[in-house]
């Protein structure tokens, strides 16, 4: 497909990798989507856990601004923050692994 070609030529870098050869907490990210829209639900997973509750976030967020729910707020502070714990327990991970080194 020309749209996943287009997103794997055109990835951004890290800048915590570029220069200090180390990987950051989002690091995997774009890998992460890349993999998800091929099929490669494991692949994603592997690459960065968060993914798809960051997914959720942004749709419950688009769906907030449409219908305006009324505990939407409260409910995408709840999510953003799983979000947030998903991301730093896997970078934890990885640092416990040593994985976060280039």
Known sequence: MAFLDFLKSNMLSCPSKKFLHIECPGC??????????????????????????????WVFLLLHLIFKFK?????????????????MFSFGIKVAKGQIFT
């Open 28 to 57: 995997g990210l774009q890998r992460s989507f890349i993999a998800l829209l091929e099929g490669d639900f494991s692949r994603s997973l592997q690459l960065f856990p968060a993914l798809i509750p960051f997914i959720i976030v």
């Open 71 to 87: 505990h939407g707020a409260f409910i995408i502070k709840f999510l953003f923050l799983f979000c947030a714990i998903t991301t």
